[in-house]
């Protein structure tokens, strides 16, 4: 038993600094129930919109596309890409459909576009279109 144990102390060692950083984390709360981020940007959440009372764009309609397409595009490859991952790609309704909802996520965090920023209203276009059924 004791050599079962010592085998699987790494393992143990590496899940209980997890339980650790999480209860630390959660240590730092200032207990007014609101943790400062009440927009969801910076932590991975999509933004929230109104679909029913908007005026939701079509794909060819939107301006942030092309902020997108200058790493996110099916043409470019290796460097040309500035870390873009294959596959995330925005050139095409069919590519940007697919990856909309992640891609409304990483606007909202604030990482993406990487080097520039959306204006507030090509933000919002493209959260509704992400968000609101993606139209074509």
């Not at 085998?7 to 999480?22: H, Y």
């Not at 925005?90 to 590519?95: A, C, F, I, K, L």
């Amino acid at each position: 038993m004791l050599k079962t144990l010592l085998s699987r102390l790494p393992f143990l060692t590496a899940c209980t600094s997890l339980v650790l950083v999480g209860a630390l984390a959660g240590a730092c709360d200032s207990g007014d129930g609101d943790s400062g981020d009440s927009d969801g940007s910076e932590t991975g959440e999509l933004p929230e919109v109104d679909c029913a009372a908007s005026n939701v764009p079509a794909f060819g309609e939107l301006a942030a596309i092309s902020s997108c397409t200058s790493c996110h595009s099916s043409e470019l490859s290796g460097g040309d890409r500035a870390g873009a991952p294959v596959g995330v790609d925005y050139d095409t309704y069919e590519n940007a459909k697919a990856n909309a909802e992640q891609g409304a996520v990483e606007v909202n965090a604030g990482r993406m576009p990487i080097g520039s920023s959306l204006g507030e209203s090509d933000k919002e276009d493209f959260y509704l279109w992400a968000l609101c059924g993606t139209p074509q």
